[in-house]
């Protein structure tokens, strides 16, 4: 949604197919995001504007529904203490890269 980044993004790729002569996945990628932000509105709308259809308890219903995130979280953690050799190396050529396009 704008104006994030994702959304900056998404109109670089549409620059990219439209200088490149590419207008028919250029087209499709409009087309496609235009569903998606319609599908993501509709779903905003929905969860805000209805009344709920009854009362809801406060809390996760399960242990189940929590632990993914939980585990998420410390897997994220372990990685920003110690990434591995090989996502520090492609994070220095992106660096590299993205330095050289300057």
């Known amino acids: 949604m704008p104006p994030s980044?994702?959304?900056?993004?998404?109109f670089q790729i549409?620059?990219?197919?439209?200088?490149?002569?590419?207008?028919?996945?250029?087209?499709?990628?409009?087309?496609?995001?235009?569903?998606?932000?319609?599908?993501?509105?509709?779903s905003a709308t929905r969860m805000l504007f209805t009344p709920a259809p009854h009362a809801l308890s406060r809390g996760e219903p399960s242990i189940w529904?929590?632990?993914?995130?939980?585990?998420?979280?410390?897997v994220l953690f372990g990685l920003g203490l110690h990434p591995p050799a090989e996502l520090t190396g492609l994070i220095h050529r992106a660096v590299t890269q993205l330095g050289a396009a300057r």
Do not use: K, Q
């Open 5 to 10: 980044g994702i959304f900056r993004s998404e």
């Open 14 to 42: 549409v620059y990219g197919g439209l200088s490149s002569g590419n207008y028919a996945a250029a087209a499709v990628l409009i087309l496609l995001i235009t569903v998606a932000f319609f599908g993501l509105t509709a």
């Open 65 to 74: 529904m929590v632990l993914p995130v939980v585990a998420g979280v410390a």
